[in-house]
Nanobody, 123 residues
Framework: QVQLLESGGGLVQAGTSLRLSCAVS?????LGWFRQAPGKGREFIAA????????VYADSVNGRFIIARDDTKNTVSLQLNNLSPADTAVYYC???????????????????WGQGTKVTVSS
């Protein structure tokens, strides 16, 4: 059984940075971050393979956000830089227990997720 617990959300001003963390347990495989803004569906943000060798980012965050995993600490993080109000959302850590090295952006491929952490960016 895979368990995930996000933390690090909060209220920040536009242009600043925030670091989200997700404590994971179990055979997590590919780890990803998704977000859901008010009134919208959950969208893919970034993901990293089980071995940490490959990452994929959504175009909307590429160059601003950085995903990383530390299997010695059983965590996956998401560094959010140069935030804008458009980044306001609940951020979810999700897992796809698989050793494949091709990352999918489709949420249906991710079988486990946490309760989310809320990020609010003020202008």
């Amino acid at each position: 059984q895979v368990q995930l617990l996000e933390s690090g959300g909060g209220l920040v001003q536009a242009g600043t940075s925030l670091r989200l963390s997700c404590a994971v347990s179990g055979d997590t495989g590919i780890l990803g971050w998704f977000r859901q803004a008010p009134g919208k569906g959950r969208e893919f943000i970034a993901a990293i393979t089980w071995n940490g060798l490959s990452t994929v980012y959504a175009d909307s965050v590429n160059g601003r956000f950085i995903i990383a995993r530390d299997d010695t600490k059983n965590t996956v993080s998401l560094q959010l830089n140069n935030l804008s109000p458009a980044d306001t959302a609940v951020y979810y850590c999700e897992a796809r227990p698989s050793r494949v090295t091709v990352i999918s952006r489709e949420r249906s491929q991710y079988k486990y997720w946490g309760q989310g952490t809320k990020v609010t960016v003020s202008s």
